[in-house]
């Protein structure tokens, strides 16, 4: 099973997605996401861009259930 999570179109640069943790909880498959977003005073590209995360688990009929965290990068 192919597991994917995108955090869209993002205006610029200093944005990212992870995956944190995949696990079974007996009803599903539980997968932990952190958003990270550039905080201020943070530089980036003025390119926009697309962040997307992908991860393979063994093959599964189960509803997959994803837990998303917001973070921002501290800059000085």
């Known amino acids: 099973t192919l597991i994917v999570a995108g955090a869209g179109t993002k205006p610029m640069g200093g944005y990212s997605i992870a995956i944190q943790r995949i696990w079974d909880d007996s009803v599903n498959i539980r997968v932990s996401i952190e958003e ?23 093959a599964t009929t189960k509803k997959v259930v994803f837990d998303i965290s917001k973070a921002e990068t501290v800059c000085n």
């Open 36 to 58: 990270t977003s550039p905080g201020r005073n943070c530089a980036g590209t003025t390119i926009s861009t697309a962040p997307f995360v992908g991860a393979t688990i063994p």
